[in-house]
C-alpha cells in the first residue's frame, strides 16, 4: 500500500518537473519574441472579454424580468465593443494596456513609498522604500518611453513571468524529489 502511495507522489513530481520544464521553455520563447507574445496577450484578452460580454447578455436575457435589464444590456455591449475593438485595433489595445500598467506601476510604488514612511520606526523599513523607488522607476520608465515599449514590453514581462513559474516548478519538484529519495549514506 505505501508503495502505491509513493509511486503516485513521484509520478506527481515527475509531472510537476516536466511542467516546470515546459514552462521555462515557454518563457524563454516568450522572452525571445515579445512582439508575438504581446500581441498573443492582447488577443487573449480580447477572447475574454467578448466571451464575458456575450456571457453578460445571455444574463441579462435570462434575467430580464427582474430590473436592471437596460443596464446589464449596456454593459454587455460594452463588454462586446471592448472585445471587438481589440480584435480589429490590436496595436491601440497594446498600447491601453501598456499605458494602464505604467499607470499601475507608478501609484503602486508611490503608495509603497508612502506605506515605508508609515513603516519608519520598524525595522527592515527599507526594503519597502527600496521597493517603492523600484516600482516607482518602473512605472516612469513605461510612461516615458510610450508607445516605443509597446510592443515588446508586455511580452517580455508575461515571458519572464511564465520563465520564473518554470523554474520554481522544477526547483520545488526537485526537492520534493529529494525529499522522497534521500540519498543513502554509507557507512
Do not use: C, H
Amino acid at each position: 500500500m505505501t508503495t502505491d502511495v509513493s509511486k503516485n507522489i513521484n509520478k506527481d513530481v515527475n509531472g510537476a518537473l516536466i511542467t516546470g520544464i515546459i514552462l521555462s521553455i515557454v518563457g524563454v520563447i516568450a522572452i525571445a519574441a515579445p512582439n508575438f507574445t504581446t500581441l498573443f496577450t492582447e488577443t487573449w484578452i480580447a477572447v475574454i472579454v467578448l466571451f464575458a460580454g456575450f456571457t453578460k447578455l445571455v444574463y441579462a436575457t435570462q434575467t430580464r424580468d427582474r430590473g436592471g435589464f437596460l443596464w446589464k444590456l449596456l454593459l454587455s455591449g460594452l463588454y462586446i465593443a471592448t472585445g471587438i475593438m481589440l480584435f480589429v485595433y490590436p496595436y491601440t489595445g497594446i498600447l491601453t494596456l501598456t499605458l494602464l500598467l505604467g499607470t499601475f506601476l507608478l501609484t503602486e510604488g508611490t503608495f509603497e513609498l508612502i506605506l515605508a514612511f508609515r513603516l519608519r520606526p520598524q525595522e527592515n523599513w527599507l526594503w519597502v522604500l527600496g521597493n517603492g523607488i523600484i516600482t516607482l522607476v518602473l512605472g516612469a520608465m513605461i510612461w516615458f518611453q510610450l508607445p516605443f515599449n509597446a510592443p515588446w514590453l508586455i511580452g517580455t514581462l508575461v515571458g519572464v513571468s511564465v520563465l520564473f513559474s518554470g523554474i520554481s516548478r522544477v526547483m520545488l519538484s526537485l526537492n520534493a524529489r529529494s525529499t522522497l529519495n534521500p540519498p543513502e549514506q554509507t557507512a
